[in-house]
């Protein structure tokens, strides 16, 4: 897994409430083989028309956003399905950060598997960052895993936000840690707890 | 009609009547059996009882593999495939793309491989995993149950605690038998009240869902009890706790009762003889002890709930079929107004029209929401006698291959199809239609499913939730109806 430090990136709003992972990734794309650049089917439909086009309504494709390697979405961001291929999509494009008021809970969990960070943050400061990238696209994100701060540093408004995360959570992504490598360390004791287990 | 209020979080009160021993609920009992160890950041090792797996595991097999790991404990998986199988025959060669047949087959070949008992197309006991495993007792009261897909809360309506995981995490269930959790906080929903003629279980978790909202249980185990909860059948409750996911919910849960017990057995994988009475007498003090605290309480009266409809692309966009479609000029917050004004542009609806005016396209009638056999008979009763509207293309798909052959017993195929539903085989089918089975672009479609998302039931498809039975009523009429128009006339 690729660690994550630090990161100052354009941020992608994506303005709508309960954005769920069927927009991240659309169903059709399941069955594709992850050495596949998922990167290619991500917001899909968002992106483009039917035809094929590029959809110049969509913020992705604003030439300013293209570089984003941050999202802030709204309330319940990844809710719905618990395909692992929305985080891949994401990761792939070169998503590092998603920051929203609340996000699904499984989406989060498999972020956490991929090196992608997930900051909750109260909603009145979220959509700040939203009204804020909105008006000036192209403008950056800086987080610090660190220190557990995010702030705005061209927009002037000279807020930091601290974000709360697992401390086990946050050395995974620091060090670039599989969590299956740990586990296995820990088979004694599952084998101890497998010999007491009744049901 | 509902209330919500946090419950002091202070335990002693309630636990003076139990002397010693602090009031737990259903799922803590679970929880703290299931628990390996507990990690400093609050992070909790858990045993896997049972691991379910469906035809989208090839990228977790594959993730194993790369490692050099084989799955650990072969015998507490099941696998059956439904997302890519057709529902027009029981062959994976009708499956034209290579890929997604691919996926298909990779599940057959890796179960074979790993020893993982494996239902498939030939078997008498394939279909949604979700609905496969409570009907054949592999889902089982007092179970911590995990399964790659995020519907698998449906299995806690047995009295079990179970939810959702990612591709990473199956690979790492498969290699250890095992899965990090943070635990969850708890809501338990109180229902009251009798719900009336032509209302289902699928109105009351819409009901539910409109109500907390679309993220109202993120990161809760919901407890569904109450006596109107008591009086529903198990595949009421196991249509309930499905759709717990839809409220953002990490499990749903009832707590194991007579009815769960009568559901249980006999059944193939469930306890037989004196192990059986055993196991009654052990499940049974699984329900949440009288005073057991819950972080939130919901109540709700189901005598209340009218027949429900969603109009948008949340599952908590939903509203009585009486309704009509709001306004967003009524909406509390600008957020709120640009989400329904897109909403509205693409369901192709207007401010204000009757929901009873919306005509439709296709009637759905399947998924592990709504595929069992009380489903398939409610949605007889209002099709029975009767013609689908001309212009409607009507579904129905058995949420499993048994399923299928107790309706045919029944009758109901052909109650079906004299009314020019297309009777099909087993398997997911339109509710996501990754097998091919879609909503073409702009049909609208009536449907016992559980999401709404744009482009769920193919690119451009406008989906409306609701109960197989006001599926039926709708495919009859041509337009959203409400069910109990046709029930009166009879
Ligand atoms: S029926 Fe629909 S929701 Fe249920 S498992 Fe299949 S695709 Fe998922």
């Given at each position: ?199 | ?195 009336r003629s032509g209302v289902s279980?699928k109105d009351?978790?819409l009901t539910?869902?409109a ?93 209340e709930i009218a027949p429900m409809v969603t109009w ?5 966009d939903a509203l009585a079929i009486t309704a009509r479609v709001p ?26 029209q009757a929901l009873t005016d919306l005509?439709i ?21 209002v ?63 009536a449907?016992s ?15 409306h939730l609701m109960s197989p039975a006001m599926v039926a009523a709708a495919?009859i009429s041509?337009r959203l109806t409400d069910v109990r128009d046709l029930l009166t006339?009879?």
């Amino acid at each position: 897994m690729e660690p994550f430090t630090s990161l100052r990136a354009v941020a992608l709003p994506i303005a709508q409430p309960n954005f769920d992972t069927d927009q991240i990734l659309p169903a059709r794309f399941l069955q594709k083989p992850r050495a596949l650049d998922f990167g290619e089917f991500l917001f899909r439909d968002l992106r483009y028309r039917a035809d094929g086009s590029e959809n110049p309504d969509f913020v992705l494709n604003q030439p300013a956003y293209k570089p984003a390697r941050i999202v802030i979405g709204e309330a319940n961001f990844g809710c719905g399905s618990s395909r692992e291929h929305a985080v891949w999509a994401l990761h792939d494009y070169g998503i590092r950060a998603v920051i929203a008021p609340g996000m699904g809970d499984i989406f989060m969990s498999n972020a956490a598997k991929n090196g992608l960070l997930t900051i909750v943050l109260p909603a009145a400061a979220v959509t700040r960052m939203i009204e804020a990238t909105l008006a000036a696209p192209g403008l950056e994100i800086a987080v610090d895993l660190e220190a557990q701060t995010v702030a705005m540093p061209g927009s002037g408004d000279g807020l930091q936000h601290r974000f709360e995360i697992d401390s086990y959570r946050k050395k995974c992504l620091l060090g670039g840690l599989d969590e299956l490598d740990y586990t296995l360390t820990q088979l004694e004791g599952i084998e101890a707890f497998e010999r007491g287990y009744t049901g | 009609m509902l209330l919500q209020r946090m419950v002091m979080p202070n335990r002693m009160n309630s636990s003076r009547e139990i002397a010693n021993s602090v009031p737990q609920t259903l799922f803590e009992k679970i929880w703290q059996r299931h628990a390996i160890l507990t990690r400093a950041d609050g992070q909790t090792l858990l045993y896997v009882d049972s691991h379910f797996l469906q035809d989208g595991s090839a990228p977790a097999f594959e993730l194993l593999r790369q490692r050099g790991l084989k799955p650990r404990v072969p015998h507490r998986a099941f696998a059956t495939p439904d997302h890519y199988v057709p529902t027009n025959s029981r062959d994976l060669a009708a499956i034209a793309d290579p890929e997604k047949r691919a996926m298909a087959e990779a599940l057959r070949d890796d179960s074979a491989a790993a020893g993982i008992a494996f239902f498939g197309l030939d078997d008498a006991r394939q279909g949604i995993v979700h609905v496969v495993a409570p009907e054949q007792g592999l889902s089982q009261p007092g179970m911590l149950i995990v399964c790659g897909d995020s519907h698998t809360s449906t299995h806690g309506a047995l009295g079990a605690l179970a939810f959702g995981i990612g591709a990473t995490e199956v690979a790492h269930v498969l290699a250890t038998q095992t899965l990090w959790q943070r635990k969850p906080k708890t809501l338990r929903v109180l229902l009251a009240g009798m719900h009336r003629s032509g209302v289902s279980a699928k109105d009351i978790i819409l009901t539910i869902i409109a109500r907390i909202g679309a993220s109202g249980a993120t990161g809760h185990a919901v407890e569904y009890a109450g006596p109107a909860l008591a009086s529903l059948s198990m595949e009421a409750r196991l249509t309930i706790c499905n759709m717990t996911i839809e409220a953002g919910g990490r499990a749903g849960m009832v707590a194991p009762d007579a009815t769960t017990f009568a559901y249980l057995k006999g059944r193939p994988f469930a306890p037989q003889g004196a192990a059986w009475d055993r196991a009654v007498a052990r499940w049974r003090d699984l329900a949440s002890d009288p005073g057991a605290a819950f972080d939130r309480e919901v109540m709700l009266d189901v005598g209340e709930i009218a027949p429900m409809v969603t109009w948008g692309n949340s599952p908590e966009d939903a509203l009585a079929i009486t309704a009509r479609v709001p306004d967003p000029a009524t909406a509390p917050s600008a957020e709120r107004r640009e989400a329904m004004l897109r909403a509205i542009r693409y369901m192709g609806l207007e401010p204000g029209q009757a929901l009873t005016d919306l005509k439709i396209d296709r009637a759905f009638i399947g998924s592990c929401t709504n595929g069992r056999i009380e489903d398939l008979e409610s949605a007889a009763a209002v099709a029975r006698g009767r013609k689908v509207a001309p212009g409607v293309e009507a579904w129905v798909v058995p949420g499993s291959t048994p399923v299928k052959r107790e309706a045919e017993a029944r009758g109901l195929d052909t109650v079906f199809k004299e009314a020019g539903f297309q009777w099909r085989e087993a398997g997911c089918s339109m509710c996501l239609g990754t097998n091919g089975d879609v909503v073409a672009a702009g049909q609208r479609c009536a449907s016992s499913t559980n999401r709404n998302f744009v482009g769920r039931q193919g690119v451009g498809s406008r989906t409306h939730l609701m109960s197989p039975a006001m599926v039926a009523a709708a495919a009859i009429s041509g337009r959203l109806t409400d069910v109990r128009d046709l029930l009166t006339d009879r």
